[in-house]
């Protein structure tokens, strides 16, 4: 036990005296603007705190004010600007005696305060700052244990450092005229103070300024707007320093650069927010090649449409210049970062804690496990760490010579942060500094519009995919894949469609089309050319009489669109196809020899151009093991390609595929597609039947014995086919029913089919009336008619009708009994 005690002692020493020696490495530099910030984040690191505060008197010397914080927001812990120093509060208790308070989550559920904690699941600390009067630490820690015998020590240490500093700007009221180059701003009114050198960069005369903060940005470059604004309406939480740079426009000549260095003051009893800092001419501070550099990346920016594209161009533009060993840039998402881009992409390549911890979400990790870059994003400005700095592992291991964090503002809010780190220790010179900044405002902006284009992309292809197949039948005989790709190149609905259609007698139809043109238009047209072609198709149409019906409709829609389109009828139990082509890429064949032919099709017009139209068909033999490729324009034709060149390009592609694996085949024939229009893929293999059907038709004729002939024909190719008796005396009951049905109720020809597959005895009789049969809903004993479909409906397994070529089909089925 007495071991164990002395590795525990080692292992506290080691770790204050750590803390100490870097809170004394802070403290050589007395006059440092952020050295109070700097010494709070050393809570976040060596005593675990995910949030520290200093809250000192403000104005009004009864109220202790939040000058001061690192870590996550103070709102996540129900935390106040200020507190009255006469309540009851843990920073007011502290303050007034003199000693710490450490509070567990059943101390602050009993504490006044408990009715403004969201979920007392942490631990708080109040710590006096040296004397009386000097204010309060205030630390919370979201560990189970809270904090720790170490953990108060390294506060304690913390406490002192932060006594010893200077009090932070802005306690009291600004008195005096203000710098040449400085300013004040008004955050719930807008009303800015600012420096006659300030306006003098505005090209402003102080006689013609009216005060007002829109003004000054009504001189900014229109793209540099959003960036500034996220940092003039910045929540008045989110204390501490900011850092920008923007252009503004000038009489004559190129746009000027400057800088913006800010500090947001929290609001007092009857006092406002205020930022205030300073402006200066940035192109004085920065050489040529970071202005060359900065210019090519908004130039890259400009036309990056994802957001892989703004990480890659940031990457291309950052990396190399600086001579970075790795970057990562995220998304800000819901408090969780969600990388986009990783450079190098090797998982080696990061920290151990990325390659776990992130990877099991990967790309996405919470930005609280990281306390000091939440800190780096709340301060939203960019901030460079050297070689040796006190950083958790996550961070540390991106940059052990060094680590640059770019919070990457836009819209008001923070799109995201850029990493870059160094393995070597690298110094960091004021150019360098000027270029990350530069870039970060650059940056953000491009995310933002490529999350929102990326989003609204999304958005187009689930509508373009709610009108299409939501998956593809299984037929015998026949396999068959589609792959659709929407546009990169805007955010319009495409026309692009497929479909395949199972027909009767063991036909499918396979369709391809698209509708000219990207918008709301051609997607609602080609739903509709996609659900006619169907239709038509389902009434037992030819492919050239389904075609010209589909032209004949579209012309009388009254729309300036037309359409292509390509059909084929696949006779599966034949092995023949019949094709028409109306303007539309000619169908490929890939034979099982691994040959492959563009089918020469003699095609018509696009359909909704000439009303008197002919659509030719031509004939299709196929093997099994033959594969049918149909596709549109978009995979064989771009502006750099033309139709025959791509056509070459998808015969050598398929011809070199494995046409047993058609999910790999059209994948691979994508792979290369332009993204420039919409893509849509229809592949089929053709196996053949295993099992043939039987198959007889009588044409019934209008005799006084029309039906004894029919139950004739029946009996005769039923005893053929080896039908039982049993099922063959139901089968002539169905069909003097059906027959006699047709003969009374319609006029003009009647045709008898039998089929019999798959031990399934299927009978159907044709007739040329549309309208079907009715089942009777009652029946009196007197009636002298409308017992048939009843009867037809107790003896069959299923029995139905449907639309054919004007007329209707009216089928039982059957299945005979060993």
């Known amino acids: 036990m007495a071991n164990v005690g002395s590795e525990g002692a080692a292992v506290s020493r080691t770790r204050t005296e750590r803390a100490e020696a870097a809170l004394d490495a802070l403290t050589e530099s007395p006059g440092e603007p952020d050295r109070v910030r700097r010494v709070l984040e050393q809570a976040l690191v060596f005593a675990g705190a995910a949030?520290?505060?200093?809250?000192?008197?403000?104005?009004?010397?009864?109220?202790?004010?939040?000058?001061?914080?690192?870590?996550?927001?103070?709102?996540?812990?129900?935390?106040?600007?200020?507190?009255?120093?006469?309540?009851?509060?843990?920073?007011?208790?502290?303050?007034?005696?003199?000693?710490?308070?450490?509070?567990?989550?059943?101390?602050l559920a009993d504490c006044p305060e408990a009715r403004r904690i969201p979920y007392p699941d942490f631990a708080l600390a109040a710590l006096p700052l040296g004397p009386p009067s000097g204010g309060c630490l205030l630390a919370v820690s979201e560990h189970p244990g809270g904090f720790g015998t170490d953990d108060r020590a390294c506060l304690e240490l913390i406490a002192r450092a932060v006594a010893g500093s200077a009090?932070?700007?802005?306690?009291?009221?600004?008195?005096?005229?203000?710098?040449?180059?400085?300013?004040?701003?008004?955050?719930?009114?807008?009303?800015?103070?600012?420096?006659?050198?300030?306006?003098?960069?505005?090209?402003?005369?102080?006689?013609?300024?009216?005060?007002?903060?829109?003004?000054?940005?009504?001189?900014?470059?229109?793209?540099?707007v959003p960036a500034l604004m996220s940092v003039v309406e910045a929540d008045h939480m989110s204390i501490g320093d900011r850092e920008l740079e923007f252009r503004v426009l000038r009489p004559s000549g190129p746009p000027t650069w400057l800088r913006l260095r800010g500090r947001m003051l929290p609001a007092g009893e009857g006092r406002p927010a205020r930022l205030v800092g300073t402006v200066q001419d940035a192109s004085t501070l920065r050489s040529d090649t970071d202005v060359a550099r900065v210019q090519r990346l908004a130039a890259a920016l400009a036309t990056a449409g994802t957001v892989k594209d703004v990480g890659q161009a940031v990457v291309a533009a950052l990396r190399k210049p600086l001579g970075a060993d790795r970057m990562a840039l995220a998304e800000l998402e819901n408090d969780r970062l969600v990388v986009t881009v990783l450079d190098p992409p090797e998982p080696d390549a990061w920290p151990e804690v990325w390659r776990t911890e992130w990877r099991t979400e990967w790309p996405d990790a919470p930005v609280r496990a990281m306390p000091t870059l939440a800190a780096a994003l709340r301060e939203g400005r960019s901030r460079i760490w050297p070689a040796g700095s006190p950083l958790e592992p996550a961070l540390a291991d991106v940059g052990p010579g060094g680590l640059a964090v770019l919070p990457l503002p836009a819209g008001g809010r923070m799109a995201g942060a850029c990493l870059i780190g160094w393995d070597r220790p690298r110094e960091f010179g004021p150019d360098e500094r000027a270029l990350l900044t530069a870039c970060a405002g650059l940056a953000g902006q491009?995310?933002?519009?490529?999350?929102?284009?990326?989003?609204?992309?999304?958005?187009?292809?689930?509508?373009?995919?709610?009108l299409l197949p939501r998956r593809l039948p299984r037929l015998p005989g026949v396999v068959a894949i589609a792959r659709y790709l929407p546009t990169t190149a805007g955010l319009e609905v495409g026309g692009d469609w497929y479909d395949v259609i199972p027909l009767a007698e063991n036909h499918v139809a396979l369709v391809i089309g698209d509708v000219q043109g990207h918008n709301a238009g051609a997607a609602t047209l080609m739903g509709q050319m996609r659900t006619a072609l169907r239709a038509y198709a389902a009434e037992g149409h030819p492919p050239d009489v389904v075609v010209a019906h589909a032209n004949r409709l579209l012309l009388e829609m009254e729309t300036d669109l037309f359409a292509t389109c390509?059909?084929?009828?696949?006779?599966?139990?034949?092995?023949?196809?019949?094709?028409?082509?109306?303007?539309?890429?000619?169908?490929?064949l890939r034979h099982p020899d691994g040959a492959v032919e563009i089918v020469h099709a003699?095609?018509?017009?696009?359909?909704?151009?000439?009303?008197?139209?002919?659509?030719?068909?031509?004939?299709?033999?196929?093997?099994?093991?033959?594969?049918?490729?149909?596709?549109?324009?978009?995979?064989?034709?771009?502006?750099?390609?033309?139709?025959?060149?791509?056509?070459?390009?998808?015969?050598?592609?398929?011809?070199?595929?494995?046409?047993?694996?058609?999910?790999?085949?059209?994948d691979a024939l994508l792979?290369?597609?332009?993204?420039?229009?919409?893509?849509?893929?229809?592949?089929?293999r053709y196996d053949g039947m295993t099992v043939h059907p039987l198959r007889e038709s009588w044409t019934v004729w209008r005799l006084p014995q029309a039906v004894g002939h029919a139950r004739r024909f029946t009996r005769r190719t039923l005893r053929v086919w080896g039908v039982p008796p049993a099922t063959l005396d139901m089968a002539l009951l169905v069909v003097s029913e059906l027959v006699t049905n047709a003969l009374v109720h319609t006029e003009g020809p009647v045709r008898l089919d039998l089929s019999l597959v798959n031990h399934r005895l299927r009978l159907a009789v044709a007739d040329a009336s549309p309208r079907s049969p009715v089942k009777p809903t009652n029946i009196g004993w007197e009636a002298t008619g409308g017992r048939g479909i009843l009867l037809v409906e107790a003896v069959s397994a299923a029995w139905g009708t449907v639309p054919v070529s004007g007329g209707k089909l009216v089928w039982a089925d059957l299945v005979p009994e060993d």
């Open 51 to 107: 949030f520290a505060g200093v809250y000192t008197p403000g104005d009004d010397p009864s109220v202790l004010c939040l000058t001061e914080f690192a870590g996550l927001p103070r709102s996540l812990y129900g935390l106040r600007d200020g507190y009255p120093v006469k309540g009851g509060s843990p920073a007011a208790e502290a303050y007034r005696t003199g000693r710490p308070c450490w509070l567990g989550p059943e101390e």
């Open 167 to 224: 009090p932070p700007a802005g306690r009291g009221a600004d008195t005096g005229e203000l710098p040449a180059d400085a300013f004040s701003l008004a955050v719930d009114t807008g009303r800015v103070e600012v420096g006659d050198a300030i306006l003098r960069l505005f090209g402003i005369g102080r006689d013609a300024f009216d005060g007002r903060v829109e003004t000054l940005l009504g001189l900014t470059v229109p793209e540099d």
């Open 446 to 466: 491009a995310l933002l519009r490529a999350h929102a284009f990326d989003a609204e992309h999304e958005l187009v292809g689930m509508l373009q995919r709610t």
């Open 566 to 588: 390509c059909y084929v009828d696949v006779d599966m139990e034949q092995g023949t196809a019949w094709c028409v082509r109306a303007g539309h890429v000619p169908p490929v």
């Open 602 to 666: 003699e095609g018509g017009p696009p359909l909704g151009v000439l009303g008197q139209a002919e659509y030719p068909m031509t004939l299709l033999r196929l093997q099994p093991g033959t594969v049918i490729a149909l596709t549109t324009d978009g995979l064989v034709e771009s502006p750099e390609t033309d139709i025959d060149e791509g056509l070459d390009r998808l015969t050598h592609e398929l011809a070199a595929a494995d046409p047993a694996h058609l999910d790999l085949v059209a």
């Open 671 to 684: 792979s290369g597609a332009h993204r420039g229009d919409d893509v849509a893929l229809l592949l089929v």
